[in-house]
């Protein structure tokens, strides 16, 4: 599969693709010597499996040149996500495989390797051997192709340490690699007796492999034995590799598959590439770029190039281009991505709502959705989620996963902005950061950093924010931990700016400057109190809610005051929240005036609030409602109704739902 990307004023480049795998071998080194120098195309990464470099990974620069060097655990096939997260499966130990998720890949410094505080594994149970990986990135599925077991293995792609498949699909034979066109729900298989099994509507089928159809090229050797896939979806062709015997360094085939969606039976490929002048002895792994093919050549130790691979005669015809690698396994293409900087604050302008996400602590009665998605009228319910757990705040990452802050951990679920609709946690979908090791103790609100791959989370119990890896599992530590004087409730963190704002329940605002690389050491760079007339508010005050609109510099706070009183909540606006220092008069304060009465406001405990670049939508714990304040930034103060409402026990947090939420670069 083709995927190309657009890029962002992100703080980092960040890697997306979709990739395959490949087989076992032995060798050592490396390096990697390009000849002849031909035009550019992009940016590689390389997994090796030879005897001395099993688990290297390279990536490799548009010259195809080594830049850096991971040392994985994994060895087998690896893809990538859309936000440069690898999936690489792992048989150096034999059965039972694992799949290793490793953080940012791309990113990673020269020489590093996994560390438990960014990275997971996910075992696979049994005697499976996982070769080739593919990832479905709207659904949030990762395929696994099992050659010890006859199977595909699906997994969320949120899934931990703890999970188990979430589905398995039986085969007739060994499949080693595997492409999934998600658009059309179709999963191509090549399988290791010399044939692709086609399946169309894999996910909404059930992971069923029937019924199937199934291609054989007639210009395959005696010995055919498939590895490497990719398929175009524009063109409707697949590129697919033939390693023939294994033992024989010189037998490899390259098959260009036209009309693959509805070819059936023995087909004449468009094209056969074979012979002593193609270096195909051993090709376990390929990946298209255009019409550009890139293939991993184990046996004779080189990445090989093809340009306009589907067009062109057959027969013996050198690559394009060799590149000197010693025991290539698999490959995957660096792209840049095309996601939203900073889904906490989004501009209204070019973005498309879908929906609000709200969590209920506790839901009205024991079974009923604890997280519920609201249109954006607060008009009709679209779908319900049981977390099982005591559910605090809510925040999306880029691909709508959720992250759920409970009692004493994080909840990580799978997809939970696009679907998920009357499903509850499970393992093999989902995950918990929880344990010891956190030192979480009563947390709270967070925001997800996606270009950094950081969960910022305010902990009330122990005050601090604690910053994980957006890929951490289990009993993990942070990664670095703030430590505040106050406790904390909610914070929002600015990327661009490198800004940090959290909302302190004694009515201030510590605000952090270059936080990614100062993380708040020395305590924060300023203090805003919220004031009217040049006089904070009187006590109590207690922040919650908090938003840095950036597009204005403008802050967006809600004050629960007392937490025993359900009657006394607000909402401030202040401005110029980078540079505010001390007490700073609000430019709108929506107050009932009496603590003995909702009034028009209906503000008791405004627990948490989210923006979309007009209104504000507040989750009002002590009311059971959640509110909708329009023209939030502008509103007039004093007893202010509410423009839309929608009933709901209990509300704790809101987070709003976009449609670019697990969206492909186009």
Request: overall charge negative; charged content about 15%.
């Amino acid at each position: 599969m083709n995927v190309k990307g657009k890029g962002l004023l992100w703080l980092s480049p960040l890697a997306v693709a979709v990739t395959l795998a490949a087989c076992g071998g032995n060798g050592s080194d490396r390096s990697l010597i390009n000849s002849p120098d031909v035009a550019q195309g992009p940016a590689l990464l390389v997994m090796h499996n030879g005897a001395a470099n099993a688990g290297q990974i390279d990536r490799l620069n548009a010259d195809l040149e080594v830049q850096t060097t991971f040392n994985a655990d994994a060895n087998e096939g690896i893809a990538l996500d859309l936000l440069g997260n690898l999936y690489a499966a792992n048989d150096s130990s034999g059965a039972p495989s694992t799949l290793q998720v490793l953080h940012q890949l791309a990113e990673r410094t020269d020489g590093s390797a996994p560390v438990a505080t960014l990275d997971r594994s996910v075992p696979a149970p049994g005697s499976m051997t996982l070769k080739g990986v593919a990832i479905a990135h709207q659904a949030g599925l990762v395929m696994a192709a099992n050659i010890g077991g006859n199977s595909v293995e699906v997994y969320g792609t949120a899934a931990g340490g703890n999970a188990a498949p979430l589905a398995s699909t039986a085969l007739s034979g060994n499949t080693w690699d595997l492409a999934y066109d998600e658009a059309a729900d179709r999963l191509f298989l090549a399988m290791t007796n010399g044939t692709v099994i086609v399946v169309d509507d894999y996910v909404a089928g059930g992971f069923m492999a029937t019924p199937a159809r199934v291609i054989t090229p007639d210009s395959a050797g005696t010995v055919s034995n498939l590895h490497g896939i990719a398929y175009q979806a524009d063109s409707d062709t697949l590129v697919v590799s033939d390693v023939g015997d294994a033992a024989v360094a010189d037998d490899g085939r390259l098959y260009v598959i036209e009309e693959a969606s509805t070819a059936e039976g023995t087909v004449t490929p468009a094209r056969t590439l074979a012979g002593p002048a193609t270096k195909l002895g051993n090709p376990v792994d390929l990946v298209l770029d255009d019409s550009t093919v890139y293939i991993a050549e184990k046996s004779n130790d080189a990445i090989l190039v093809y340009r306009n691979v589907f067009s062109g005669d057959s027969g013996d015809i050198a690559p394009t281009r060799v590149v000197d690698s010693i025991k290539p396994e698999s490959l995957a293409i660096i792209v840049e991505p095309a996601l939203q900087p900073d889904l906490s604050d989004i501009d209204s302008t070019g973005t498309t709502f879908t929906g609000v996400a709200v969590t209920s602590n506790p839901p009205a009665a024991p079974g009923d959705p604890d997280v519920v998605v609201l249109d954006l009228d607060l008009g009709a319910m679209q779908r319900g989620f049981s977390t099982t757990q005591d559910r605090e705040s809510l925040a999306f990452n880029q691909m709508g996963d959720a992250y759920i802050t409970y009692d004493s951990g994080l909840a990580v679920i799978n997809r939970l902005a696009t679907g998920r609709d009357g499903e509850t946690f499970t393992l093999s979908r989902d995950r918990l950061i929880e344990g010891a090791g956190t030192g979480l103790m009563a947390p709270k609100g967070f925001d997800v950093a996606d270009a950094l791959g950081w969960v910022l989370v305010t902990d009330n119990g122990n005050p601090s924010v604690r910053v994980f890896g957006a890929q951490a599992d289990g009993d993990v530590a942070p990664l670095f931990t703030t430590t505040l004087s106050v406790a904390p409730w909610d914070l929002d963190y600015d990327p661009e700016a490198d800004r940090l704002y959290v909302a302190l329940t004694d009515g201030t605002v510590a605000v952090f400057d270059s936080y990614s690389t100062a993380r708040g050491s020395a305590g924060p760079d300023r203090l805003i109190t919220p004031a009217e007339g040049g006089v904070a508010f009187a006590a109590p005050t207690n922040l919650h809610g908090i938003v840095h609109v950036a597009e204005t510099d403008q802050l967006i706070l809600s004050d629960v005051g007392s937490g025993a009183n359900p009657t006394d909540g607000k909402l401030y606006v202040l401005d110029n929240g980078s540079t505010a220092d001390g007490i700073t008069d609000v430019t709108v304060n929506i107050d009932n005036g009496d603590n003995n009465s909702v009034g028009s406001t209906l503000l008791g405990n405004p627990v948490d609030i989210a923006f979309d670049g007009q209104h504000l939508y507040v989750a009002e714990k002590s009311q059971s409602v959640v509110l909708r304040f329009d023209n939030i930034l502008s509103a007039a103060s004093g007893d202010v109704a509410p423009s839309q409402t929608w009933n709901q026990s209990s509300p704790e947090s809101v987070s709003l739902i976009t449609d670019s939420l697990g969206r492909a670069p186009e």
